[in-house]
Structure formats: structure tokens, C-alpha cells
């Protein structure tokens, strides 16, 4: 009885510590990344749906886990720009133009982050602007370069 006990305190501390190992490692912002990424995309297709409501309450729910995210581990190019991109979605285009910047200074080719960015751009009619980060995505061949071309174009329209 006595090794039984032993053994189960010793499976105990190891499952704890192991369990704190993990969420300190940067498993728990992942998960937490992944669950923002996951309502936003949700968020996109309730939009397309013309289900504007149910995508408001999506991007809302994103944009908190994401400002958690940022408090806990900053300046993640990532989490910048859906940051960006939700605070965009929810009518907040200052603070979602700060957000693609800081995201931007801390990685300038970013293909999102210039993509929406250049929406926001086009949104507030700073048509030069938007421009300029159709520019950064001349080169790398991706589907943003095409989207945001269109939206600039007026070929697309940016529901904002």
C-alpha cells in the first residue's frame, strides 16, 4: 500500500510539473492564437453570409483573446495583424492602422499585414498609401497581391 501511494504522488508531481512545463512553454499562446485565428476566419464567412451581427460578435471575441495575447507576449508580427484586421472589422480604423505598424516595424514584408493594411487604405481613401503596400507585395507572388490590387482597382469591394 505504502508503494501504491508512492507511486501515485510521484505520477501526481510528475503530471503536474510537466503540465506547467507545457503552459509556460508558449503552448497555452498557441492554443490561444489558433482560437482567435479560428473565430476570425468564422467571422469572414458570416460576413459573406451578409450575417454581419453574428461576424461583429466573432471579431470581438478574436480581438480580446488577441489583445491578451499581445499583453502577454508582444510585438508578434502575427497577433499585430489580426489585432489590426479586427480592430479594422469593428470600426476602429486608427487603432487598427497602429496596430499593422507596429506589426510592420517589426516585420516590413509581412504579406497580411501590408494586404489589409492597404484595405484600410483604400477604406479611408488614402488611395497613395495603399499603393505603397501593393508595392511591397509586387514580388511575392500570392493571392494578397492580386486581392489587394482589385480592392484598389475597385474591381473588389473591402466590406471595410
Excluded: W
Excluded at 76 to 91: C, E, I, P, W
Aim: net charge positive; hydrophobic share 30%.
Amino acid at each position: 500500500m505504502k508503494k501504491i501511494i508512492c507511486t501515485l504522488i510521484i505520477i501526481i508531481t510528475f503530471t503536474h510539473n510537466s503540465f506547467s512545463a507545457v503552459t509556460s512553454s508558449g503552448t497555452a499562446e498557441s492554443s490561444n492564437y489558433t482560437k482567435a485565428y479560428n473565430l476570425v476566419k468564422s467571422a469572414k464567412k458570416y460576413e459573406k453570409k451578409g450575417k454581419t451581427d453574428k461576424a461583429q460578435k466573432r471579431y470581438k471575441k478574436a480581438q480580446e483573446i488577441l489583445l491578451k495575447l499581445n499583453k502577454q507576449k508582444p510585438l508578434q508580427a502575427d497577433t499585430l495583424n489580426y489585432l489590426g484586421f479586427t480592430t479594422r472589422k469593428l470600426g476602429d480604423y486608427i487603432k487598427g492602422e497602429e496596430f499593422y505598424l507596429q506589426g510592420l516595424k517589426i516585420e516590413p514584408k509581412h504579406i497580411g499585414i501590408n494586404e489589409y493594411l492597404g484595405e484600410l487604405y483604400v477604406v479611408t481613401k488614402k488611395i497613395d498609401k495603399a499603393k505603397e503596400r501593393l508595392e511591397v507585395l509586387k514580388d511575392c507572388e500570392c493571392k494578397e497581391y492580386n486581392e489587394l490590387k482589385e480592392v484598389i482597382e475597385g474591381t473588389k469591394k473591402s466590406k471595410y
